[in-house]
């Protein structure tokens, strides 16, 4: 049986009629050619296939294309911005963190939805965020050094916009006080 569900997937309206067996996993890669997800074991256990469900992590292959229905889908698809690399994106890069690259969506939406909710985690909170995405290569010390960079350039960025406005309201003020004064 067949179902139409509406969903937005990174930021944009889909409507698909899926069969009621379709995983997310793949409405994602067949149907809406989103194929930076990846599959790996089928079986929720690696960690690969994940996006994020309205802002969760969530192993795709366990979840059906009709649970989408009415939510919201992140994919790696939509970290990239304005056609570049997000700052995390780039985190990876930089630390080396790129490994086979195949797990590397899933520990990046994984990282995405961790430092969405905590921009400046702890290394345990890291390690818990990526538990369940598996990486059998050269371990796990570059994605943690990843996620760390990527939170300390994002709160670097983050003091220095909040200092800005302290300029520049200084400078409101004493314009203001010169112009008191003259008059
Ligand atoms: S492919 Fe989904 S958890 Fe491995
Ligand atoms: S990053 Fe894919 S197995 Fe390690």
């Known amino acids: 049986m067949n179902h139409e569900i509406a969903l937005s997937v990174n930021g944009r309206a889909e409507q698909v009629t899926v069969p009621a067996s379709m995983t997310l996993l793949e409405l994602l890669r067949e149907r809406l050619h ?5 599959e790996a074991c089928g079986i929720g256990e690696c960690g690969a296939c994940t ?3 309205d802002g969760k992590p969530v192993t795709s292959c366990l979840v059906l ?5 009415g939510h919201e889908v992140r994919t790696i698809e939509g970290e990239a911005t304005d056609g570049g690399l997000s700052a995390l994106q ?12 195949f797990c590397t969506p899933g520990m990046i939406l994984s990282a995405r939805a961790l ?3 905590t921009p400046n985690p702890s290394d345990e909170q890291i390690v818990e965020a990526i538990a369940g995405n598996l990486c059998r290569c050269t371990g796990y010390e570059s994605i943690l050094r ?11 960025e983050a003091g220095e916009e909040r200092r800005l406005p302290e300029k520049d309201d200084r400078a409101a003020v ?10």
């Open 65 to 69: 294309a009709v649970e989408a229905d």
């Open 115 to 117: 430092l969405e909710r």
């Open 174 to 183: 004493h314009s203001n006080g010169g112009d008191a004064g003259a008059g």
């Open 34 to 38: 989103l194929t930076g997800t990846k």
């Open 51 to 53: 996006v994020l469900l």
């Open 146 to 156: 990843a996620i760390r960079l990527a939170a300390d350039r994002h709160g670097r």
């Open 90 to 101: 780039q985190a990876f890069i930089d630390a080396g963190a790129v490994q086979c690259g």
